[in-house]
Each structure stands twice: as C-alpha cells, then as structure tokens.
C-alpha cells in the first residue's frame, strides 16, 4: 500500500480490480479545504486514460512491476514468442498487448512490463524509434522538390507510411512507432 502523495509518473496501482499506470501527476493546494493529487492514469489492459483525484492520505494498492528487454524471434499462430535476453527463456505474447506490432520485425528487442508479483505481462513496448526498409515505393518526379509533398511507401513489415518524394526503394527510413510518422533517411 502507498499513500496518495507518494504517486509519480510510472507508479502502477490497482483501482476497481484494473492496473494503471501514472502518466501525469498535480500536486494541489486550493485556497480553501484539503490538499489533493490529481492524477492521469492509463489502464493497462484497455489503453483509456482517465483523470482521478485523490486526497492526500489516502491509501492505493500499489503493483510492483519489471521491465525487461525480451527479443522477438518469430510468430505462431496469434502469438509473437518472445526471448528474455537474460535467462533466455521463450514467451508468447498476443498481438494486442504489444504496442507498435505493426512497426515489429524479427531480432527487435522490446521492453515487456510484467507484473512482479504474479509474473503476468502486462504489455510490450516498441522502441519509440525504429529503422525500416522501404519495399514499394512509387519514383519521384525529379524537380518536385520544392514543395514538402509526402507519398505513400510500404516498408518491409508490410505498413504503410508517408514518406518525402526523394525516398526510393531499398532505401531505410526512421519512423516513429507512436504515430506512423517518417522521420528521417538512414544512410548504410
């Protein structure tokens, strides 16, 4: 059990049989009544952000949770295993706790957020940025430069993106795995 005030970004509670995580915490003293904390929290399981206060004093359960880096190795069936780098034990993990799936490639490494105490995986997380090979893209018209006019490309997981016009084919871009968005080119 923690107290409200000792709340921080990353804090993990359990509230009404769900797991949240804190991202985004106040500190509040009004001019007249009781200090409180008003808190962001994001649930685990569904991804819905809710705003909460609570005041000052009160009790939270709080969740002891683990990152550790664990390697993508293949998919099986609906589950992507998943290697612990460190005891390299082999996991599943279905699609829809793992954030940025679709920006995944074999050998990526992704930090997985489990529960400590019962050992369940709570979710996986995508670096925030990846590099990735562009497998289809249409030619640009030399000269259409001037403008910052994006097209369409397919990397080679398979999503689709918007690039610069000067982007070719076999070329590798940096995409932001959050939003889709390019980045930047990475030169070999």
Same mark, same amino acid.
């Not at 904390?37 to 939270?60: C, H, P, Q």
């Given at each position: 059990?923690?107290?409200?005030?000792?709340?921080?970004?990353?804090?993990?509670?359990?509230?009404?049989?769900?797991?949240?995580?804190?991202?985004?915490?106040?500190?509040?003293?009004?001019?007249?009544?009781?200090?409180?904390?008003?808190?962001?929290?994001?649930?685990?399981?569904?991804?819905?952000?809710?705003?909460?206060?609570?005041?000052?004093?009160?009790?939270?359960?709080?969740?002891?949770?683990?990152?550790?880096?664990?390697?993508?190795?293949?998919?099986?069936?609906?589950?992507?295993?998943?290697?612990?780098?460190?005891?390299?034990?082999?996991?599943p993990?279905?699609?829809?706790?793992?954030?940025?799936?679709?920006?995944?490639?074999?050998?990526?490494?992704?930090?997985?957020?489990? %529960?400590?105490? =019962? $050992? +369940?995986?709570?979710? #996986?997380?995508?670096?925030?940025?990846?590099?990735? &090979? @562009?497998?289809?893209?249409?030619?640009?018209?030399k000269? %259409?430069t001037? =403008? $910052? +006019?994006?097209?369409? #490309?397919?990397?080679?997981?398979?999503?689709?993106? &918007? @690039?610069?016009?000067?982007?070719?084919?076999?070329?590798?871009?940096?995409?932001?795995?959050?939003?889709?968005?390019?980045?930047?080119?990475?030169?070999?």
């Amino acid at each position: 059990m923690i107290k409200s005030q000792d709340i921080k970004k990353g804090t993990c509670i359990r509230m009404d049989g769900k797991l949240y995580f804190c991202i985004d915490f106040l500190h509040v003293k009004p001019g007249k009544g009781n200090t409180i904390m008003r808190t962001t929290l994001k649930d685990v399981v569904s991804g819905r952000v809710l705003e909460k206060r609570f005041n000052i004093g009160e009790a939270l359960e709080d969740v002891r949770v683990e990152r550790r880096p664990y390697q993508y190795l293949y998919m099986e069936g609906e589950d992507y295993i998943f290697m612990n780098q460190e005891t390299y034990d082999q996991i599943p993990i279905a699609r829809d706790l793992i954030t940025g799936v679709e920006y995944m490639k074999e050998g990526d490494v992704l930090d997985v957020v489990s %529960d400590a105490d =019962t $050992n +369940t995986i709570l979710y #996986a997380e995508m670096p925030v940025k990846t590099i990735l &090979r @562009v497998t289809h893209s249409e030619p640009g018209i030399k000269g %259409d430069t001037a =403008t $910052n +006019t994006l097209k369409p #490309a397919t990397l080679e997981t398979g999503v689709e993106i &918007r @690039v610069p016009l000067f982007i070719d084919e076999g070329e590798l871009v940096q995409v932001d795995t959050r939003d889709g968005s390019y980045l930047a080119r990475v030169k070999e």
